[in-house]
């Protein structure tokens, strides 16, 4: 499903196989979830295949690495070129890219200098899909940012994400919202959240939540279409008495909610702020609208 006997992926400085690629038995990313990665897309747009924001991806890929002491043997700029021959020699225009520094050999619980870097790439189609989601209101809770750096996407992490989908999934829904420490709206397991009440947008401050790149160009386009931002805390009630809802994240995109909890939104999707914006950010992907630049 992600590779086939004539993908590449890129590994450690070398364009090799996947089946070749040799990764240690004893390595601290695998045991305790040292390790840190992105999660980015390209498009094939009318300038060809350009890689979304492919900066800041990268340079939140130098943050996550940085806050665990991990230390990233290539620049930004070095990674994005890298990631462009990478899509050439798989010939993928559309495709997510994945980018994972992960650890050596090291049974302790220290951060060493023994650092390895793989990118890979594959057609991935919208990660929850296009239909609008039934989600649920989580029992887990988002990791305390007393805990861990909450804005770095570090491996380990994930395992609340994958509690938290499991959970939606077994009991038929087809995500999961988590709240903060406080109880407090946070976020889906890998995307931002947002509701609509009276065409205002509202979403969760940054500090509890990652800091989506896709949520941040949200907030742009909705500067855009001059609709209005509320970043403020909100409780799962507030939820009940909005419009419509939405998540986005870079592998889901921009997707509807119908249904939270076993409360149905009553507005059209077609007809709400949250559709715009869906359909705007479905443009600035997909036809270049968006320039990289490094100052
Ligand atoms: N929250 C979490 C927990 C995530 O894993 C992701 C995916 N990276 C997002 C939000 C959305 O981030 P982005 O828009 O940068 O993909």
Request: aromatic share 12%; with cysteine.
């Amino acid at each position: 499903m992600y590779f086939n006997e004539n993908s590449v992926v890129f590994l450690d400085g070398a364009f090799v196989k996947p089946n070749t690629a040799n990764v240690g038995l004893y390595n601290q990313t695998m045991h305790y979830g040292n390790g840190v990665f992105e999660g980015i897309r390209a498009y094939d747009t009318e300038d060809g295949v350009r890689i979304f924001k492919a900066k800041e991806h990268y340079d939140r890929l130098q943050y996550s690495a940085k806050v665990m002491g991990v230390k990233l043997p290539y620049t930004s700029e070095e990674l994005e070129q890298i990631t462009y021959k990478l899509l050439e020699r798989n010939g993928l225009k559309d495709a997510y890219i994945r980018p994972l520094v992960y650890m050596g050999d090291n049974m302790t619980l220290l951060t060493n200098d023994d650092v390895h870097v793989v990118i890979m790439v594959w057609e991935w189609g919208k990660y929850l899909g296009d239909n609008m989601l039934k989600v649920m209101l989580s029992s887990y809770q988002r990791p305390n940012p007393k805990a861990c750096h909450v804005e770095a996407k570090v491996v380990g992490h994930y395992t609340n994400s994958i509690l938290a989908t499991n959970e939606a999934k077994q009991k038929g829904f087809d995500e999961a919202l988590l709240t903060d420490m406080n109880g407090f709206v946070a976020e889906g397991p890998g995307a931002n959240f947002f509701i609509e009440k009276n065409g205002v947008l509202v979403t969760a401050p940054l500090g509890n939540i990652l800091a989506g790149i896709t949520r941040a160009t949200v907030l742009e386009l909705a500067e855009e279409l001059e609709i209005k931002v509320e970043k403020r805390l909100f409780t799962p009630e507030e939820i009940y008495e909005a419009d419509a809802a939405f998540f986005c994240g870079t592998a889901a995109e921009v997707v509807g909610i119908k249904q939270f909890n076993d409360h149905l939104f009553s507005m059209d999707w077609e007809d709400t702020n949250s559709s715009l914006i869906q359909r705007k950010y479905k443009r600035r992907v997909a036809h270049n609208e968006y320039q990289n630049v490094y100052l």
